[in-house]
């Protein structure tokens, strides 16, 4: 028997229902829902390079990253990414197309076996800004 209080009431986004409503857009929409998920996920890169080099900047980019990622998850639900030796995808379509040479921080994440990183709704600065250290 479980105790009471001991429930996982963990949310992963939003009802099935809503997700799968949320995910049916047309060509256009994808569109830009393609182009917006790689402007985003450059800036993701950007906050990896400075915090690779300890440049400044961290500060700028986990912003633009957290104004970006916050529409967007507004706007869609849950976002999930995969991540691939190649870039990083949305679904079956690549989003973010680099090679190991020009982004080894995101080479690492591959390399550390992270294949996979959601985004969820009510995702908050101070979490945003516990991006990946590599």
């Given at each position: 028997?479980?105790?009471?209080?001991?429930?996982?009431?963990?949310k992963s986004g939003p009802p099935e229902t809503d997700r799968d409503d949320?995910?049916?857009?047309?060509?256009?929409?994808?569109?830009?829902f393609l182009r917006e998920v790689s402007r985003v996920l450059?800036?993701?890169?950007?906050?990896?390079r400075a915090r690779q080099g300890k440049a400044t900047g961290v500060v700028e980019a986990l912003?633009?990253?957290f104004e970006g990622i916050s529409s967007l998850l507004e706007l869609y639900g849950e976002i999930t990414v995969r991540v691939a030796i190649d870039g990083l995808y949305t679904g079956e379509q690549q989003v973010l197309e680099v090679s190991?040479?020009?982004?080894p921080a995101?080479?690492?994440?591959?390399?550390?076996g992270i294949r996979q990183i959601s985004f969820l709704p009510g995702l908050s600065r101070k979490r945003s800004a516990l991006l990946p250290r590599c």
């Open positions: 028997m479980s105790q009471p209080g001991n429930t996982d009431q963990r949320r995910r049916e857009l047309d060509s256009g929409q994808r569109a830009d450059n800036v993701f890169l950007r906050v990896l912003d633009d990253f190991p040479r020009e982004e995101l080479f690492r994440i591959f390399q550390y």
